[in-house]
């Protein structure tokens, strides 16, 4: 198997408040731990590039892309909402990371790869149809999975989310649109309280409860996600692939050990395999433990080569 790693430093310049738990850390974490065991070596590294207009509004609006244009600063910052702010790097930076979905798509169906992993910020899961919301600006997976529907040969796409907050903005984008599966697991009740008891034929919901441990997890996983899988036959998989269920994590309440990614990211692609000619796609969403991050997402790679 060979695998991409799609970045970009100025992914790194997106700075909010002094002490937010989304900061540029969490990518040289990521890094960090991939140099010193070894598998970067292993990855083919590639720079992201800049998503289109043309590509944002795949899944968003125009009014809403240009109100989050209109508050890009020159200096200091400026809030969409409580939690989510721009500085002046920010908007390139989630073009960036848009576009390195899109990009990551392109290498694995051109069979360049097999797989590819986007290690990039903003993350992305939470921002809807015309909100941006919970660290998100665009939907980074959402612009990807729209993207690939495009593409000659892709009929039908599935996006599975393990961060440990709903997908709610994907959920939204993709509700009535049958042609794409969305599978969300998370903590339940917690934030964003939104779309988490939505009736779909393409939306399933994986509620968990706080102190929910790894075993619980595997088995709520294969129980709700295989089936679904089986039945929905994507031609790709794309997944929001968050780290912030880790029992160490500090913004939530979940127990999934290291390991618990490590089985993660071979079932995915074990399913890739299955389904859709190994084409995976993931993109970094939540994981605010910056050691636990780093471990993670080292054994969740390290499991689709």
Not at 123 to 140: I, K, Q, R, S, V
Not at 245 to 257: G, K, N, T
Request: glycine content about 8%; some cysteine.
């Amino acid at each position: 198997m060979s695998s991409a790693l799609i970045y970009h430093s100025d992914c790194e310049l997106h700075q909010m408040a002094p002490g937010h738990p989304e900061s540029p850390e969490r990518l040289h974490a990521i890094r960090r731990q991939l140099t010193e065991s070894g598998l970067l070596d292993r990855l083919e590294l590639a720079v992201a590039e800049t998503a289109t207009r043309e590509q944002l509004e795949l899944v968003h609006p125009g009014q809403y892309i240009d109100a989050i244009c209109d508050l890009h600063p020159l200096h200091g910052l400026n809030y969409a909402d409580p939690d989510t702010a721009l500085n002046p790097h920010s908007l390139r930076a989630a073009q960036l990371a848009s576009g390195a979905v899109i990009q990551a798509a392109g290498l694995v169906l051109d069979g360049r790869v097999d797989n590819a992993f986007c290690a990039v910020r903003p993350p992305g899961h939470h921002a809807e149809h015309d909100t941006a919301m919970g660290f998100c600006l665009f939907n980074n997976i959402a612009i990807g999975a729209a993207w690939a529907l495009q593409q000659p040969g892709i009929e039908r796409v599935a996006v599975l989310d393990f961060d440990v907050h709903h997908g709610n903005g994907t959920v939204d984008i993709f509700k009535d649109r049958p042609e794409v599966l969305v599978c969300s697991s998370f903590q339940y009740p917690f934030y964003p309280f939104r779309f988490q008891d939505i009736r779909r034929p393409n939306i399933v919901n994986t509620p968990l409860p706080a102190g929910t441990h790894g075993d619980t997890f595997r088995q709520a996983v294969e129980r709700d996600w295989l089936p679904a899988l089986q039945q929905h036959q994507p031609d790709m998989l794309f997944v929001s692939a968050g780290f912030d269920a880790h029992r160490d994590d500090p913004l939530a309440e979940l127990r999934l050990e290291d390991e618990d990614f490590g089985w993660l990211g071979k079932l995915l692609v074990d399913a890739a395999q299955r389904y859709c000619g190994g084409r995976l796609v993931s993109v970094l969403e939540g994981g605010y433990n910056l050691a636990a991050l780093g471990r993670s997402v080292d054994l969740y790679l390290r499991a689709q080569l």
